[in-house]
């Protein structure tokens, strides 16, 4: 047959009108006719009528208005190319996939649902016989045209996508040189889609893709990571299990692979979006994710510490307790700070931490300070550089419902002032300007014990209390000031960790580590006369006491003094004043302590208090005690006990005259004068000085309270914080020695009495 002859000459009649024919067995044969003749032609080498066959099959049929003349066109173009492919080595023309893969892929998008079939049928064929010549150039645009197939309504053509697509991924497999640069974009566009049946064809082939050796996934894996975490929250439990089985196996090449081969930095970027997810399959997936780098990539991740916090912070408190769990691992890893930490940029994690510090869930917030505890270790100059950002954030802690987050928030502020006098100072104050205000006197009623000690047990109970009272001692707020010096001597005379404090205090007369705990103390607790009163009675310091009580001789006594001698007089019935009501079995060695027991009575008036002091006072026989007192101590009497009396015991100002008689000659007998300054084993405590400016601070008081009462916008009758600290009872305290059930009922009984 010539070169270039007419069609008519080299299809018949009969193979033309076949091709069109509405049957399909009619159109099959006149295929196979198209196919013989190219068999023929090509063995020829008349490449020339090839070609005229093959515009003539995709002008007139493939593209023919007529659906039955499409359908054969597509049949005989898949015959031509079958014909030729037994060729290729001799075929001297233009590339014939070039010429017939085109069309039948228009094909594939077709109206008519059976032209869709036969595209896909005459495809498979093409493909199959071409297998690597057809994957190079045309498998992008094949790849493309199935996934728009997948979620074909018609089932013959899912049929037959099915086929094509099992094919496709069998010559991709084969292949050895299969170009993963070229199809990872259109594959991170295409795995944007929600549609179920799209993403399980797309889940398929990132199987395998994954399962050849030498294609290289995980090099693209940032790209296209997120879009597979989004499928495992798919409607459909089908596509979730794949999805999940897809990152599994993923997760698995990745532990195994080398750490240069990856790049940590962006997969982890992925991980801590999806880690905040409100899917909890996602968000447990990219926590086991994040987990495993930070196992076996610690170093490389550093530089990301920071974000990573962002999303394993958070899943500690979620209610799925695998999420939980997995954070927790992940968390432990991340404290675990590898050497050259610094490239962690310690100032971004702790923005990351502060952020945390104000989470509502106690788990949450306790990693976030358990992270603060472990900057200061690390980098303690980092975390001083903020802390004018950390500190409030800190403070708010105290008022957490839950107590573990309070402790942890003090342990961190303990840290923060530990061998830094300045950091100290500085946390102190601002410890006690969260006391003021109404929610200030809340959260003193709830946690100021918990505070102070916690601080004690971490700083020392001489270092915060005499902290304390410095910066109480330079207190303008006058009620502010006296409010918590209350607070603190309930604290003081209650707290088992303070024990050691008040056994120094009663040993104030005899060291001098005693007496300057007790001046220093003093300065700021004679903002109270309950305060300070207490504070002599457990330092021994009787003669003082009756001082500072005789004093009200002169100075104005207002409702807050008396409240103040009320509760007093309850402490005084509680286990820590045993030793003190003891005492009181020796006269004629203690006068002092009678002479302030009945300064005490008669300030009193007739009340519950009065009746109280009044019964413990005459259940004293001191007539019959002073003589007994003059007898020499009875087998078993202490050293104490027998030692002679301090100087301080009776005041010189307050002694009995000597025309007096009875009782009060005998008390005054056994006493010698004091002066503004007792001395005990090199202790000095200046009571003068001390005496001036508890009067000077009382007269203070009693002025603010005359100008409070006359002011035209008079505030409510006591001070918020006042009658807040009335409400500071035992129950949130744990007094020492076994004082618990006593000092409850006392202060209970205090509290109505106050109120």
């Known amino acids: ?96 996939l070039a010429v017939v893969v085109p069309p039948v892929l228009n094909s594939l998008v077709d109206a008519d649902a059976r032209v869709r079939y036969y595209a896909c049928e005459a495809l498979y064929n093409i493909a199959k016989v071409s297998r690597d010549d057809f994957l190079e150039p045309h498998f992008n645009c094949t790849f493309d045209a199935l996934f728009r197939l997948v979620a074909d309504p018609d089932p013959a053509v899912n049929q037959a996508t099915t086929f094509l697509d099992a094919l496709m991924k069998d010559i991709v497999t084969a292949h050895e040189h299969f170009n993963m640069d ?23 082939w990132m199987q395998v893709l994954a399962s050849v050796p030498d294609l290289d996934m995980l090099a693209h894996l ?30 698995m090449e990745v532990q195994s692979a080398s750490t240069q081969n990856l790049d940590y930095q962006a997969l982890a970027t992925v991980l801590v979006d999806a880690a905040k997810s409100g899917d909890d399959a996602i968000r447990l997936t990219a926590l086991r994710w994040l987990r495993s780098f930070v196992v076996d990539a610690k170093a490389e991740l550093l530089p990301l510490y920071a974000i990573i916090l962002q999303a394993i912070l958070p899943a500690l ?40 510090l104000h989470s509502l869930q106690e788990p949450t917030r306790m990693a976030a300070l358990l992270w603060l505890n472990t900057l200061l270790s690390k980098s303690r100059r980092t975390v001083l550089e903020h802390l004018d950002v950390l500190l409030p954030s800190l403070f708010d802690a105290l008022h957490a419902p839950s107590e573990r987050v309070v402790v942890e928030a003090l342990s961190v502020q303990a840290a ?14 601002e410890l006690l300007d969260r006391f003021r205000g109404p929610s200030g006197a809340r959260l003193l009623q709830r946690r ?97 006491a009756y001082e500072l009580a005789s004093c009200f001789a002169e100075l104005p006594m ?31 060695r203690y006068p002092a302590l009678l002479w302030s027991m009945y300064a005490l009575l008669m300030l009193l008036p007739q009340s519950e208090a009065f009746k109280t002091l009044h019964a413990r006072l005459h259940s004293v026989p001191t007539v019959t005690l002073l003589k007994m007192d003059g ?26 005259k000597d025309d007096m008689n009875g009782v009060w000659k005998q008390i005054s007998s056994g006493s010698t004068a004091s002066s503004n300054s007792s001395s005990a084993g090199g202790a000095e405590i200046p009571f003068g000085e001390l005496l001036a400016l508890f009067r000077r601070r009382q007269l203070a008081h009693a002025q603010h309270e005359e100008q409070r009462r006359s002011s035209a916008f008079e505030a409510e009758p006591e001070d918020t914080l006042l009658r807040t600290l009335v409400g500071l009872s035992a129950v949130n305290l744990e007094p020492a020695d076994g004082t618990l059930s006593a000092t409850r009922r006392t202060m209970s009984d205090t509290n109505a009495l106050a109120l």
Request: include cysteine; charged fraction near 20%; aromatic fraction near 6%.
């Open 1 to 96: 047959m010539p070169p270039g002859a007419e069609i008519d000459t080299l299809l018949s009649q009969v193979v033309l009108r076949g091709l069109g024919d509405k049957l399909y067995d009619k159109r099959k044969a006149a295929a196979l006719e198209v196919e013989q003749l190219v068999k023929t032609l090509a063995k020829e080498g008349n490449w020339a009528s090839v070609v005229q066959i093959l515009d003539h099959l995709i002008e007139d049929y493939a593209y023919s208005p007529q659906a039955n003349c499409r359908k054969g066109g597509l049949l005989a173009l898949a015959a031509a190319a079958v014909a030729l492919a037994e060729r290729k080595q001799e075929w001297a023309g233009p590339d014939y």
């Open 182 to 204: 070229e199809f990872v974009g259109q594959f991170q566009t295409a795995l944007k889609v929600t549609a179920p049946r799209k993403r399980a064809f797309l889940l398929s």
């Open 222 to 251: 940032p790209l296209f990571l997120g879009s597979l975490l989004d499928c495992l929250c798919d409607p459909f439990g089908e596509v979730r299990a794949q999805a999940t089985k897809v990152l599994q196996d993923l997760l």
């Open 317 to 356: 408190s979620s209610s799925t307790p695998e999420i939980q769990q997995v954070a927790r691992e992940a968390n432990a890893e991340l404290l675990d700070l590898p050497a050259g930490w610094e490239a962690a940029d310690p100032a971004a994690l702790l923005a990351a931490v502060a952020n945390e």
């Open 416 to 429: 923060i002032a530990a061998d830094d006098p300045q950091q100290f100072r500085t946390l102190m104050k």
């Open 448 to 544: 100021g014990s918990l505070v102070v000690r916690r601080l004690a047990t971490r700083l020392g109970g001489r270092a915060v209390l005499s902290m304390l009272s410095s910066i109480l001692e330079e207190e303008r707020d006058l009620p502010f000031a006296a409010a918590l010096v209350q607070a603190l001597n309930l604290i003081l005379l209650t707290a088992p960790e303070l024990k050691d404090l008040r056994m120094s205090l009663r040993s104030a007369g005899r060291s001098k580590e005693g007496a300057q705990l007790f001046t220093t103390l003093y300065r700021s607790w004679c903002h109270s006369l309950g305060a300070v009163l207490s504070l002599c009675f457990l330092s021994e310091a009787y003669g003082h």
């Open 558 to 588: 207002g409702v807050e003094v008396l409240v103040q001698i009320d509760r007093l007089v309850q402490l005084l019935e509680t286990p820590v004043f045993n030793f003190l009501r003891l005492h009181l079995l020796h006269p004629a």
């Open 631 to 656: 007898q020499p101590p009875a087998q078993g009497l202490s050293p104490k006990e027998a030692a002679p009396r301090r100087s301080q015991d009776f005041p010189t100002d307050h002694r009995p």
